[in-house]
DNA sequence: CGGGACTTTGAGCAGCATCAAGCGTTGTGG
DNA sequence: CCACAACGCTTGATGCTGCTCAAAGTCCCG
């Protein structure tokens, strides 16, 4: 039996385009790949040798300037797709943020693929035609919005986004989930310094929005609050 | 003879995927339109009903807050696809900088001829992932660069986005251009005011490493010492 | 129980925004 | 042909947001 036949990704991820007989061909040029957290996958600038579907866990995307200043500019969960096929560098290190599981391709099996099928292809650039609509979107916040926006935003954005980590997509929300983020991180996604955005927390805190059982745990007390603060 | 022939964008479009008789056929669902500067060709937010290929000129993409802060998102020159296939809403608008001709599609008709045109789809799926690469390192930018940094490099980014509007794309530069921004659309691409803008041209040009002989004209008298500002 | 990493809190400062004139260019009508 | 209005840009003065530097606190791990 095809191990993507059991995959908990298999419905959601590019290879839902794909007969059982197709994915049992995509197996054989994938292997599965497990990653700790903070253990990259493809590092800033690399020649683009491999192409991946996120299976389990949480990576970021992360670029960074010459002297040590790191703006994440991507977060990717499972059924995702990472990686620059045809050609091109990716400009960006993938990184596993919580343990992760990955489907791994060589860049040129998953390009000649990829040509021969042409519904793979469909899917996955409908995947790629949304990313874009949402980091453009990201683009307000880092440019325009102010550090209360930016925080308020990223809560609502993550409390969506982590609902279903598993195989139904129904547009939910959570009021209580685990951050898969540090505070250094939070400021990397946001473009604000680990201090700024501590201090936001206690704000939110302080005022009743959200409540902090534990370092890595978000409690959303007041929605409506939150959204509002998000501009 | 069909007018895609003659396109002056022809051969970088995506329709360079396609045999004469396709582009013929492709012909046949789209229409050319003319904008003049400051007209808007998509709302943000719209329902996605029309899609496009620019043929000439410069168009803007941008979101907004609802206090009026606005962002641009993107920039698109000729040959570039503008518009979201395949469902889903565009989050930004769409507006000429310079009067600018392009060539429109009903989103229905561009999905249906794209389905049956794979090495179209593959053409778009290429740019569409060179222009996420692009937008995410832009957020780079946004997120962690000082002011003279942001203008620096926007100043390099134009001198070489604005080499060859025409058909060739050799990746060069230029040293003397038009910019296609008010001082308001700078600062809106680099999420500053525009009172900043004006200060870092007036700064770079103090400095000699920029002139500026009119309002829209850049002159780069130093790229190496702009390349060095741009972080 | 102790060491180290991460986070919070505080004080001071700088960079950029805001508010407010002044200037130059372009276009219009007398 | 000139006056002047409108617009976009520049320049200046001031203040606030978020950064920097510093220290104390908390959690997690052995």
Redesign the pocket.
């Given at each position: 039996m095809s191990s993507c036949d059991t995959c908990l990704v298999r419905n959601r991820a590019i290879c839902s385009a794909l007969s059982g007989a197709e994915v049992e061909a995509l197996n054989t040029i994938g292997r599965h790949r497990t990653l700790e957290p903070g253990q990259s996958l493809i590092w800033e600038d690399d020649e683009s040798i491999l192409v991946a579907n996120v299976v389990e866990g949480v990576l970021k995307l992360s670029t960074g300037t010459e002297d040590g200043r790191e703006q994440i500019v991507g977060v990717v969960y499972p059924a995702d797709f990472i990686g620059r096929p045809f050609g091109g560098r990716t400009g960006h290190s993938v990184t596993a943020l919580t343990s992760a599981k990955v489907c791994v391709f060589g860049r040129r099996d998953f390009d000649e693929f990829a040509r021969n099928h042409p519904a793979l292809e469909h899917k996955l650039l409908e995947r790629t035609l949304a990313e874009l609509e949402r980091t453009r979107s990201w683009m307000l916040l880092l440019g325009r919005?102010?550090?209360?926006?930016?925080v308020a935003t990223f809560l609502i954005d993550m409390s969506e986004r982590l609902v279903d980590t598993g195989c139904e997509g129904d547009g939910a929300s959570l009021s209580r989930f685990e951050l898969p983020?540090?505070?250094?991180?939070v400021?990397d996604v946001l473009?604000?310094?680990?201090?700024?955005?501590?201090?936001q927390?206690?704000r939110l805190k302080s005022e009743g929005v959200i409540d902090?059982p534990?370092?890595?745990e978000i409690v959303i007390r007041n929605r409506d609050e939150l959204e509002a603060q998000a501009g």
């Open positions: 919005k102010s550090a209360s926006e930016k983020f540090s505070r250094q991180q400021a473009g604000l310094t680990i201090e700024t955005v501590s201090r927390f206690t902090l534990s370092r890595r």
